[in-house]
T-cell receptor
Framework: AQSVSQHNHHVILSEAASLELGCNYS??????LFWYVQYPGQHLQLLLK??????LVKGIKGFEAEFIKSKFSFNLRKPSVQWSDTAEYFCAVNPTNFGNEKLTFGTGTRLTIIP | GAGVSQTPSNKVTEKGKYVELRCDPISGHTALYWYRQSLGQGPEFLIYFQGTGAADDSGLPNDRFFAVRPEGSVSTLKIQRTERGDSAVYLC?????????????FGPGTRLTVL
């Protein structure tokens, strides 16, 4: 079975700092990869996704993520964070084999941005 | 358009009672998913419907948990003889159900507290 690791449990940054949140997965086959965000008091929202093609994917609000197959990683980045980026971020994986539709999530990273 | 809706938003019950949690997916979405999120964890897959049938129920923790989707739209998650360990946020998601566009859209969740 696949698993997802997010090693940063809580990250605290000042506004305008650069962000990188780690995500590693364990699965031998090809996968679809996702980052979801949960702002305080709101539901999970899709930030970006990777299905195939260019391993550098751009999402909403200036976020991007890079899929490095050799490292089984899909790290999330943003060059300059804002206070409004304070939220919980979840990485998720879904194997591409037919019939397997479920997402496996990491434990999440809580991001706090200090004004 | 309307997103995924879930009712109730909060449910408090006593140990041993029966509860039903409802999910109304995005109109036109054929796939529907249930996840459970415990405190400090990422969402964990419970069950997935394609249309009216449960395509994958491998995440249901035991036979106290059951879910239905009789008309291929609204789904109900049913928990019998609730236990304190069932306390969590129960999330519902829906998608178009097409492999190439397997983006899951989440509802706000139902927070279940078992006393």
């Amino acid at each position: 079975a696949q698993s997802v690791s997010q090693h940063n449990h809580h990250v605290i940054l000042s506004e305008a700092a650069s962000l990188e949140l780690g995500c590693n997965y364990s699965y031998g086959g090809t996968v679809n990869l996702f980052w979801y965000v949960q702002y305080p008091g709101q539901h999970l929202q899709l930030l970006l996704k990777y299905f195939s093609g260019d391993p550098l994917v751009k999402g909403i609000k200036g976020f991007e993520a890079e899929f490095i197959k050799s490292k089984f990683s899909f790290n999330l980045r943003k060059p300059s964070v804002q206070w409004s980026d304070t939220a919980e971020y979840f990485c998720a994986v879904n194997p591409t084999n037919f019939g397997n539709e479920k997402l496996t999530f990491g434990t999440g990273t809580r991001l706090t941005i200090i004004p | 358009g309307a997103g995924v809706s879930q009712t109730p938003s909060n449910k408090v019950t006593e140990k041993g009672k029966y509860v039903e949690l409802r999910c109304d997916p995005i109109s036109g979405h054929t796939a529907l998913y249930w996840y459970r999120q415990s405190l400090g964890q990422g969402p964990e897959f419970l069950i997935y419907f394609q249309g009216t049938g449960a395509a994958d129920d491998s995440g249901l923790p035991n036979d106290r948990f059951f879910a239905v989707r009789p008309e291929g739209s609204v789904s109900t998650l049913k928990i019998q003889r609730t236990e304190r360990g069932d306390s969590a946020v129960y999330l519902c998601a829906s998608s178009l159900g097409l492999r190439v566009s397997n983006t899951q859209y989440f509802g706000p969740g139902t927070r279940l507290t078992v006393l």
